[in-house]
């Protein structure tokens, strides 16, 4: 299985909208609703931000959701705010039970 | 408070087995859900490694099903992951999560991780 397609990095301003994109195929992101989204801050655990495409766990703020159209899944950040700068993976089920991670993409603040 | 903490050698000589356990808290195993383990190695993104639900049914990715073996102990409410084999390759933070929705990669717990380097 390969990894799923995620830009290197992105960035936006404060106050800006940002969209990271995560391109699979019709094997995993295509089919199944089970796309998740972390973030991860150097040198910590990553931290779940969105699953199941667009959910929410509870505590993760308002300004992060999740999409997905055809093979390609994306997290919109609104309201960008310097403590957003972070690493940030997608996840996709693949069938056949098992789970791929996109490559990950850096969000630069500026 | 879920809680989880990996621990077990940070150093492995080459060609052995690379042992690590994941204790958790606040949480009883066996009430469901899956429970993985993901790497990092330094600098680079996340590898799903394979998961485990409470029953012992076990799922690993492909490119390391071969060296892989994930088990769970629901009386010490922990799971173990075992990587025979070991090349520098392996060199890794490691961590171990629970998957929230059963499977479908939605990790919403996690160790702090534990780095386990390759090396002789």
């Known amino acids: 299985q390969s990894a799923l397609t995620q830009p290197a990095s992105v960035s936006g301003s404060p106050g800006q909208s940002i969209t990271i994109s995560c391109t699979g195929t019709n094997s995993d992101v295509g089919t199944y609703k089970f796309v998740s989204w972390y973030q991860q801050h150097p040198g910590k655990a990553p931290k779940l931000m969105i699953f199941?495409?667009?959910d929410r766990p509870s505590g993760v703020s308002n300004r992060f959701s999740g999409s997905k159209s055809g093979n390609t899944a994306s997290l919109t950040i609104s309201g960008l705010q310097a403590e957003d700068e972070a690493d940030y993976y997608c996840?996709?089920?693949?069938?056949?039970?098992?789970?791929?991670f996109g490559g990950g993409t850096k969000l630069t603040v500026l | 408070q879920v809680q989880l903490q990996e621990s077990g050698p940070g150093l492995v000589k080459p060609s052995e087995t690379l042992s690590l356990t994941c204790s958790v808290s606040?949480?009883?195993?066996?009430?469901?859900?899956?429970w993985g383990w993901i790497r990092q190695p330094p600098g680079k993104g996340l590898e799903w490694i394979g998961s485990v639900h409470y029953s012992g049914s076990t799922n690993y990715n492909p490119s390391l099903k071969s060296r892989v073996t994930i088990s769970v102990d629901t009386s010490k409410n922990q799971f173990s992951l075992k990587l025979s084999s070991v090349t520098a390759a392996d060199t890794a933070v490691y961590y171990c999560?629970?998957?929230?929705?059963?499977?479908?990669?939605?990790?919403?717990?996690w160790g702090q991780g534990t780095l386990v380097t390759v090396s002789s």
């Open positions: 996840t996709s089920y693949t069938g056949s039970s098992t789970l791929v």
């Open positions: 999560a629970r998957d929230y929705g059963g499977n479908s990669g939605s990790f919403d717990c």
């Open positions: 199941d495409v667009s």
């Open positions: 606040g949480y009883s195993i066996s009430n469901g859900h899956y």
